[in-house]
């Protein structure tokens, strides 16, 4: 029983830390590698190739406002087979 509460409350307490990021504006790299769901390792060697906007105010702080991070999340958008078709049925008129 006490091992169901412990994993509960860890539960509880993982949704409550993932809410807190939704609603802040600049994320850490450890906020932004949980909002955007890749390792903070991940999310670094992006900064470190400038392949991912970031913020760095101080030498060791790096900070990533959440629309930027939406904005490259969902740059490399992939077209559905629906709008292939219709593409190909308009270049074939």
């Known amino acids: 029983m006490d091992h169901q509460i412990q994993t509960q409350l860890s539960e509880i307490k993982e949704y409550i830390s993932k809410q807190a990021v939704l609603n802040k ?3 850490t790299l450890a906020e932004a590698a949980l909002y955007a769901g890749v390792s903070k390792s991940y999310l670094y060697k992006l900064t470190s ?3 991912i906007p970031f913020y760095r105010p101080a030498s060791k ?3 990533f406002k959440r629309s930027e991070l939406d904005e490259w999340l969902l740059n490399n958008r992939n077209p559905s087979t629906m709008e292939l078709s ?3 049925l308009r270049s074939k008129k």
């Open 25 to 27: 504006d600049p994320l």
């Open 49 to 51: 190739k400038r392949a």
């Open 61 to 63: 702080l790096i900070f």
């Open 86 to 88: 219709e593409l190909n």
